[in-house]
Structures are given as C-alpha cells and as structure tokens.
C-alpha cells in the first residue's frame, strides 16, 4: 500500500475518520491503478506477433493457401497467417479477453468498499455480499480462461484435491477458532466456509503454477487476496463490528488487485506451459498443521477451552495431511522405479559391462524434479580437474563415475551435469552429507590406471542443503561451494552459506575489475615509515600496494595479490610497483634524504628469471643507489622453494640490494634456516615482545642474540601501543615500525611528516 493508503488505513483504526470512509479511501489509489493496468492489457489492439500487412495477399486467381491451424482456406484477399502467428494472435485475443474479466472483478471488488460510506448500516451486509458473490463469479470465470493451462491428470487431479482438502480444513478450523464467542451469524458461517474453500484452491493452484506459470500463479494469488479481504468484510459487517474494524480489509484488497494486474500483465503474451519444469514443492504438512495450530494456540489463550465441536473440527485437519504424505511417498516410490527400470533397460540395451561404463541413468532435469519432489537433504556438485590443468580423459572419468556410484548409498540419486561435473542428491541430514562428501572425495583421489602408469584427478565438492528450495536455487548454490573449493586449492568440501555467496561474487567483481587497472592508473601506494627506536628518526618506508577502483572502492593487497595471481597478473603488477616505488625513491634522494624504500615481492615475481635484471633495470632508470632499495620476501615463500628462492636473493645482493625477511616466526626451523639466507635485515612481529614463560627472557631477546651475532638488523613491525615500542626498545632492537610510530600515507603526507625531522643517512 502507498503511503497515502496506509495513512487513511490508520485514520480509520484510530476513530480520526469514519470506518467505511477510511476504507474507500485507503483502496480507491491501489484499486485504480489496478483497473488502468487491466484496462490497458483488454485494450491492447496488437497481438505479440503481428500478421503480415494487409497488402500481402495471395495473388489472383491462384488457390489461396490453407490455413495451418484450421485447416481452412483462406477467402481471396483476406491476411494469409503462418499456423505459428495464428495461435500466437488466437493466444493474445484470449490474454485479452481474460484481461478484461479481471479489471471487471477488481472494478467491482473497489466498488464494493467505495459505496459502504454512502450506504447505511442495514444495507451495507447485503452490498457486501453481492460484491463478494459477483466479484468470485468474475475471478473465477478469468481463472478457467487463463492461457497455458493444461488438464491435470488422475494422479495429480487426486494429490490437488488432497492438498485442497487439508488447508481448506485447517482454514475453516482456523477461522472457526478465530471467531468471537457466542453465537455464529448464519451469513457469516457460511461465507467464512465456503471463503476457506475458495484460498484453499486458490492457494494450491498459485503454488503449482509459480515456476510452469508464473503469470497465472500471480492472478492466482491476487483473487485469493481480493476474495479473502472482501470476506473479511462481510464476517465483519455480519458480526455487527465497528466501523473503526472495517479498514483492516484494505490491505489484502490493494495487495491483491496490484497482484492480480501484475500476473495479467505477465500472461498478455500468451504465457504457455514449460518444458522439463519439476512441479513446485507444497508444503503439504508443515502449512496445513501451522494454521491448525496456530488458530489453536490463539483460541487456548484467549478462551481457555475447546468446545466438543471444535475438537472434531481440529481432529479433521489430520486425514487429508496423511493422505497427502503417503501420496508423496507413493509418487516417490514410483519415480524410484521409473529410474531403476531405465538403468535396467540401459544395461540390457549396452550389455553386461554398461554399469561400468556408465554407471550415471539421471538428466539435470530429472535430478531437478527429483529435489522438487524431496522436502529434506543436501546436494553435493562434484567436480573433476586432471593435474596441471588437463581434462581428465575418457577411461579416468569412467572409472571415476564408477567411484561415485559406488560410494553413494542406494537411495541417493547420481547424476551427470556436464562433461567432468556430477551431482549426489541424499536425504542425509549436513552432518552425514558433509561426510558423504569427504568419503567420495577420498575415493575419487585415489589414483588412476592409465597405460604408462597411474594418474590423479583433483577434485572439487560444493555442498547445499536442499531444504525444500527451490531446486535451480539449491543447484546454485551447490555450484557456488564448488567454486569456491576451486579457489581455495581443490581437493577439499566446502558448505555453502550466505557469506561465502559474498565472498564469491565479491571475487568475480575483482576478476571483472583488475585486468586493465594499470594502463586505467588505477593502482597506487601509500608509504609507511621505518623509525630508529633510539631517537624515532625515520630511516626508511615500506611501500603498501593500493587499488583505487572506481566501483569496487579501495582494494589492498591481501585481497588483490590472490586474484592477480590466478589471472597472471603479479608480473605486470609487481613491475609497476617496483618502478613507483623507485621513482619515488629518487625524488626523496634529491631531496637531500637517504632513506631506504622497501617492496613487497611475491613468489611468482620472485621466481621470473628476469626478475634480478629487471631488478637493475629500474635502479639505473631512476639512479637509484642500490643499497637504498629493499626487498621484502615472506619466509613461507622461502620455505616453499629455499633453493630458488636462495639464488634469486643471491643474485639481489650481487648487484647491491639488500634483503628483508618478512613474517619471521622465531620456531626451530626458521632459526636453522637464517644462517644459509642472504638477509640483511628481519621483520619480527610484536609477538615477539613480551615478558618470557616461567620465568625465562623474551623470545625477542634470543632473535635479537641471534641476528647481532649474524650481522643482520632487527626490524619490529605492527607495533600498536608504547609499552611494544617501549619493549623492542629495551631487548635491542634497532628499527621499528608500526602505527604506534606512524601511519601509511600518500607520497606527499610522508613528505610533510619528514620535514618535522632533520635530514639523516642511515
């Protein structure tokens, strides 16, 4: 409802205007707009496809062609229409048609509450019955003609008739329970019935037809809303309510007029059956039984008893939910043996070694009726990657379809979605599927057979709990845990949630962004600087990596280095920064300041073969004194690769770089290693500085020991607080870095700070 609607509606409520007025009012903007739409969609004059123009006809004196649809000749002179473009025009003539009916219905639904302020008390129950009667006759009759409706057959002619039966008794209890005390107006009993009938119907039709047919589904939907508001109406006028109860019809009125324009609007085109689509899910217990109970707990609260007949009433609600369940169940037992009698001809048609072969008989689309037809479970997306890149060949992926049949337990259902992508459906619960998971990714790791020796496929799970979702949602999802297992490393299960979906479309949109960002002079650095703990003189700065993307914001390098690096990306990026940073580097030289600029290098930048010359290359186009240019390497890299790692550092040094070993952890190994590195200078963490265990110094003191009696420098990074300043101070430590001693900042921020300092060599 619009703002204005909602305001009368309250109005009303409040007593601020009369009841019958605040009501007209609150629909009359809602309920025209609905009419305009209508009238428009009834109005329309040109099918979707327009016949061929007028002078096109079939020449004289020749035979004029049939007609495709009727089989009729066409008179001479007359428009000659393909069979296609005549049931697309008998379609919209229909659509139009239908149109018209409905705004007729919402015409008399808005009328219906627009003429109870001009009428008394004694003749508005009458006007609200006729209205309701006129306006149902009118839905329903546009209902029938909707186009695209197919005859349902026995088996789903019973289960709609089931599902019908369920929640129009759990309605009828639920308004049974609802009703004021005392005696029931006769009107009001049986309007209050025969309305818990019609939602019932309506109800179920909207949901079976919400994917097949959505623009029926919605005029399903909005009669039901129109029909239940106008006999909310008539219960309210027969129990003699105040005028202050009758805006509370407003809402479900305006909501189901817009709606029921809405879904005309979608089948103007001639809205026709889809093919392949698994039947929406109803949720054949769990609405019915809420209604029931909800009824029935406000009933407890507010009358304390159940009276004999409204027990037998509640009592009723129970066969047709149970007729419901075991129709479902038969349905799916069926369908189970409907797959095992294909697989079973498959085999007899391809011979004893068909299993093997191709132990995959479900489609995408039977998969998708499957999880239509299941109210519980999960769906696991698997999929397969030969090493280095390769596509798995033929036999491998034979063998491994093998694998996933055999691992999967006798009711889950196996299929095949693409060439190297399979999915499980279970109804396990997501403990049991995660473990599922984990036990076909251990079997499908497994090496291969293959002539010359054994192969391995790599391997990618997304898991998504089916819920009673819907099934394309769920497919979703499932694939978006699957990618996500992909960026992630591979071999590895991954659950989906609402956060990883984040992370994931987070992810495209760098993908979508990066490649271009240099030439765009999108990148950028920041600065921050190195101090001497002694006497906070700045010696040199760190060179922060930023990306200013004008639609994804500020992006740093955590983020953007992983996403580089899967595009190929870091060599380009890493040549930038190393010119940047050395241009920069210069300027601050001719200032008269001789600092230090140290990069960050990756390990793929690392292991270029060129990297050393390219190295060079960049000192000597800037004059850029070696010595004053570090470079910053992770010790995880150096644990990753020591020997390539070794000599490209080696080689660094030969022209006068010096190095700095970042993330350095202090364990046994990290110290073993330090003395074979060429390092000049180690970045420790604030960890590091602390008061020791059970008595003993601070580790930082062992480090400090170490590096003196190495010749290296000590540089304490993060430092956040005075009393880590204070701490890397008295353990020995030369250098110092953190926010608690300056922040990273732009080129020109970094200068003006400098300025506060006299100029120093260090």
Not at 55 to 81: C, I, S
Not at 225 to 242: F, I, K, N, R
Not at 574 to 588: I, K, N
Not at 737 to 755: C, K, S
Request: charged letters at 20%.
């Amino acid at each position: 409802m619009s703002l204005t609607g909602t305001a009368f509606l309250l109005a009303g409520v409040a007593g601020v205007l009369p009841g019958p007025a605040a009501a007209a009012l609150a629909v009359a903007g809602g309920f025209a707009l609905a009419c305009v739409r209508l009238a428009w969609l009834a109005g329309a004059a040109t099918p979707p496809d327009r016949p061929a123009p007028t002078g096109h006809r079939a020449p004289t004196g020749r035979p004029a062609p049939a007609d495709g649809a009727r089989g009729l000749a066409v008179p001479h002179g007359a428009t000659a229409l393909g069979p296609r473009t005549g049931r697309r025009a008998r379609r919209a003539a229909l659509s139009r048609r239908v149109a018209a009916i409905l705004d007729g219905a919402v015409l008399v639904a808005g009328l219906t509450v627009a003429v109870l302020p001009l009428s008394d008390a004694a003749h508005r129950l009458p006007i609200a019955l006729a209205g309701l009667c006129l306006a149902g006759a009118l839905h329903v009759t546009a209902l029938l003609r909707l186009p695209g409706r197919s005859r349902l057959s026995g088996p789903e002619l019973v289960r709609r008739t089931v599902d019908v039966l369920a929640l129009g008794v759990s309605l009828v209890f639920g308004g049974w329970m609802l009703l004021p005390g005392g005696p029931v107006p006769a009107v009001a009993a049986m309007v209050a019935a025969g309305g818990a009938v019609v939602l019932a119907v309506l109800a179920v039709a909207a949901v079976a037809e919400r994917r097949r047919r959505p623009g029926a589904a919605r005029c399903h939907a909005g009669s039901a809303l129109t029909l239940g508001g106008l006999t909310l109406l008539v219960v309210l006028l027969a129990y003699g309510a105040p005028d202050r109860a009758l805006p509370l019809v407003a809402a479900p009125l305006v909501a189901g007029a817009l709606l029921t324009a809405a879904g005309a609007r979608r089948t103007s085109g001639g809205e026709r059956p889809g093919r392949d689509v698994a039947p929406a899910a109803w949720p054949r217990l769990t609405a019915p039984a809420g209604i029931a109970a909800l009824a029935a707990g406000i009933h407890l609260m507010t009358a304390g008893e159940f009276s004999t007949a409204a027990m037998a009433l509640g009592l009723a609600v129970v066969p047709p939910i149970m007729a419901g369940e075991l129709l479902a169940a038969a349905d799916q037992r069926r369908r189970v043996q409907r797959l095992a009698a294909r697989e079973a001809w498959l085999r007899r048609r391809l011979g004893p070694d068909a299993r093997a072969a191709e132990p995959v008989p479900l489609t995408r689309a039977e998969l998708v009726r499957a999880m239509a037809e299941r109210s519980g479970g999960a769906l696991l997306v698997v999929d397969l990657h030969g090493t280095g890149g390769a596509v798995p060949e033929g036999p491998m992926l034979t063998e491994a379809a093998r694998r996933l049949r055999a691992g999967a337990e006798t009711q889950d259902l196996v299929a095949r979605l693409g060439d190297t992508e399979y999915a499980v459906l279970t109804d396990r619960g997501p403990v049991l599927a995660y473990a599922l998971g984990l036990r076909l990714l251990a079997a499908l790791a497994e090496p291969y057979p293959r002539p010359g020796g054994l192969a391995r496929l790599r391997v990618s799970v997304g898991l998504a709990e089916t819920s009673g979702g819907d099934p394309e949602d769920v497919l979703r999802q499932a694939d978006l845990a699957r990618r996500r297992a992909v960026q992630l490393g591979r071999d590895r299960v991954e659950w989906y949630d609402a956060y990883l979906e984040e992370q994931l479309v987070r992810r495209l949109d760098l993908e979508r962004e990066l490649p271009g960002a240099v030439a765009r002079g999108e990148l950028d650095l920041v600065y921050q600087p190195v101090v001497a703990l002694a006497d906070r003189m700045p010696v040199g700065t760190e060179a922060l990596l930023r990306w200013r993307s004008p639609a994804l914001g500020t992006v740093l390098p955590a983020e953007l280095l992983p996403v580089a690096a899967d595009l190929d990306l870091t060599g380009e990026i890493g040549r930038w920064v190393l010119d940047r940073a050395c241009r920069q580097l210069a300027a601050w030289s001719e200032g008269g300041r001789e600092l230090w600029m140290a990069v960050n290098v990756t390990p793929r930048e690392l292991a270029a073969p060129d990297f050393v010359a390219r190295t060079a290359t960049a000192l000597a186009a800037y004059d850029v004194v070696p010595e004053r240019l570090v470079v910053e390497v992770a010790e995880p890299v150096v644990g990753a690769e020591p020997s390539t790692v070794v000599a490209r550092l080696a080689g660094l040094r030969s022209i006068g770089v010096r190095i700095a070993l970042d993330d350095f952890r202090a364990e046994h190994a990290s110290l073993a290693q330090l003395r074979r590195l060429p390092i000049d200078l180690l970045k420790v963490g604030p960890h590091l500085v602390g008061p020791g265990g059970d008595g003993q110094r601070p580790l930082i003191d062992v480090v400090a020991n170490l590096a003196d009696r190495l010749g290296v420098e000590l540089v304490v990074e993060e430092l956040e607080s005075e009393a880590q300043v204070a701490g890397a101070r008295r353990a020995g430590c030369r250098y110092g870095q953190g926010f608690a001693l300056a922040v990273p900042a732009t080129a020109e921020r970094v200068e003006a700070w400098f300025e506060e300092y006299p100029s120093t060599a260090r």
